[in-house]
């Protein structure tokens, strides 16, 4: 069975980092994405950044240079290192993965097993 936990959540002022990790446990396949979505308070959830099995990486507009998605294989973990965090990054962090043998959409319809979140919240 397939379990993903997150940490790593918490309270920043505007300009400050955080560092989230994902815990992906059961999950075995030579072809997958790990991706980062966070549903803001009263929107939908929302795409940050996508890793495949070759390291290739991307991120939404509105994250790259601030945000990058890594993972250790040998931790079976996934990671996010959020810099220059502004209010409107607020939101519940969600982990997610799937096993494909094709592209990566940042697409949350695209992806089958999810944590359960981590809270984020950018305020002065």
């Known amino acids: 069975q397939v379990h993903l936990v997150e940490s790593g959540g918490g309270s920043v002022q505007p300009g400050g980092s955080l560092r989230l990790s994902c815990v992906v446990s059961?999950?075995?396949?030579?072809?997958?994405?790990l991706a980062w979505f966070r549903q803001p308070p009263g929107k939908e959830r929302e795409g940050v950044a996508v890793?495949?099995?070759?390291?290739?990486?991307e991120h939404v507009e509105s994250v790259k240079g601030r945000f990058t998605i890594s993972e250790d294989n040998a931790k079976n973990t996934l990671y996010l290192e959020m810099n220059s965090l502004k209010p409107e990054d607020t939101g519940v962090y969600y982990c997610?993965?799937?096993?494909?043998?094709?592209?990566?959409?940042?697409?949350?319809?695209?992806?089958?097993?999810w944590g359960h979140g981590t809270q984020v919240t950018v305020s002065s």
């Open positions: 890793i495949n099995e070759d390291g290739y990486t």
């Open positions: 997610a993965a799937t096993q494909t043998s094709s592209l990566c959409p940042l697409v949350k319809e695209f992806f089958i097993y």
């Open positions: 059961g999950f075995i396949s030579s072809s997958y994405c």
